[in-house]
């Protein structure tokens, strides 16, 4: 079927962004697995104050960072940790669990400091990215929700509407989508898109994101017009921005008569 042929242009944003405590890699949704990356992590998750570096343990954790070994890093925080039940040291082997592509420790690690710090901001997006990357987009939304609630950011209130897209809550997304489109900061927020295997990444605003996801939501739903309209308006605000082209050329290209 043509809707079917048509899935491949249809793959919604992933959002490229940052958590708080790591550098602005984002890579995806789930961490780089390459060695050079691994390093740049590796440096984003020393957390430790200076003072500590007498402690052999954080003597070991930071001359692991400094050579982007994971295992013995988060062996010398574990070992740090069942001396000293801070929780800082669980929020570090979450951001070196997330690092290592270790997701499903990383969960677990920042739950725990999430129960007991609700607002840990980096905590709380390291575990929005992560239940993403996992395909668990009910747990995303709810970490994304808190966050857009905690800071009303622009980005957080998109993320929301994408996982919303992904459950099927349609209206839902719709409003949040036009909830967005009436931000102003939505138009001056940008967010860094991936646009497709090998190509470089895209920097759009938020407001020209949305509109894009609308127009995909709208093609899903046969309504072409609106969606045209929408892919239009995305392209007004990012006038290189690929997926819209692309949803376009769809929306243009002569169907086959069989």
């Known amino acids: 079927m043509l809707i079917m042929k048509k899935q491949l242009l249809l793959i919604f944003l992933i959002a490229i962004f940052s958590l708080a405590f790591a550098q602005k ?22 957390s430790v104050s200076a003072k500590d570096t007498t ?11 400094s050579i982007g070994d994971f295992y013995t890093a988060i062996t010398a925080i574990h070992y740090k940790y069942a001396k000293d039940s801070n929780i800082k040291w669980l929020d570090t082997l979450s951001r070196l669990y997330f690092s290592g592509s270790m997701i499903r420790q990383a969960i677990l690690t920042a739950e725990i400091v999430v129960q007991k710090q609700p607002n840990n901001i980096a905590m709380l997006e390291l575990l ?13 939304l709810a970490k994304y929700e808190k966050l857009f609630e905690l800071t009303q950011k622009p980005y957080y209130q998109y993320q929301c509407a994408v996982e919303e897209y992904n459950l099927g809550r349609i209206g839902e997304c719709e409003a949040r989508i036009k909830s967005i489109q009436a931000n102003p900061a939505a138009e001056k927020e940008k967010i860094n898109i991936n646009v497709g295997q090998n190509q ?29 309209k929408s892919f239009e308006e ?4 990012a006038p290189d921005f690929s997926l819209p082209k692309g949803n376009l050329e769809v929306l243009t290209k002569p169907k086959d008569k069989k």
């Open 25 to 46: 890699k984002k890579t995806s949704v789930n961490p780089a697995n390459n060695t050079t990356q691994n390093t740049q992590n590796m440096n984003s998750v020393r």
């Open 55 to 65: 402690d052999y343990d954080i003597r070991v954790y930071s001359n692991a960072v």
């Open 128 to 140: 929005a990215m992560s239940y993403s990357g996992m395909g668990d987009s009910k747990a995303s």
């Open 200 to 228: 470089p990444l895209q920097s759009v605003s938020i407001k020209a994101a949305a509109l894009n996801l609308l127009g995909v939501m709208q093609m899903k739903l046969n309504k072409n017009e609106e969606a045209k």
């Open 234 to 237: 995305s392209l007004k605000l």
